[in-house]
């Protein structure tokens, strides 16, 4: 099937984003590169759910989309007053 | 015989894939934090974005009854939408929150909120 070869560079791109997330000197730095990949990661969940036709994998993007932009806007109220939830 | 939403399908795919190499590299890069902003957009709009528009046209052809393929295409459709709309509102308050909070601009050239802040 000729939609398992476009896994390779998402997978590639993934890993790169993986060394910033390690290597960040900076929290925000890590932040992003958290939530670059976890977007990525909804488009290879979806590519794999239409290549095995396991339609459980698209409920599992949906809520990995929701909670990390819940978890960005979490962590930039944490940096910005060092507190959450006023 | 290949039809016309296949191929299409494929070329949003590898446009898909080259975008979010390309956005991986400048994010592993580029020198200081808000100039890997750029990138992270590249990889996320270009690398996310476009392939799950291809996979929505690509799943209309997938050999299954009319009702898988209608749930993995509005799927699709849902999880981009729901990446463009809510990935710029991130950006924006992780770029404001780490120049809040001290992150170094490091060759810095110009920095107007910096002068308007203080």
Known sequence: MMLAYFAIPLVAAILMLMYR??????IPDRVLAIDASTSLLCALMVLFAIMYGVYLLLVVAVALAL?????????????EGRSVGE | MIGIATLLAYALLAIGGFCAVV?????????NYFVRLHAATVAVIGGSVIPLL???????????????????????????????????????????AAHRAGV???????????EASR
Request: some cysteine; overall charge positive.
């Open chain 1, 67 to 79: 909670l990390s932009y819940i978890g960005t806007l979490v962590l930039a109220k944490y940096l």
């Open chain 2, 104 to 114: 170094p601009v490091e060759p810095k050239v110009c920095d107007k909120l910096e």
């Open chain 1, 21 to 26: 997330a390690v290597a960040g000197p900076t």
């Open chain 2, 23 to 31: 956005g991986a590299i400048g994010l592993m890069r580029f020198p």
């Open chain 2, 54 to 96: 291809g996979l929505a046209i690509y799943s209309l052809s997938i050999p299954a009854g009319w009702d898988e393929r209608a749930l993995y295409f509005s799927n699709a459709l849902i999880i981009a939408a729901l990446i463009v709309l809510t990935s710029p509102v991130g950006t924006h308050a992780m770029a404001r």
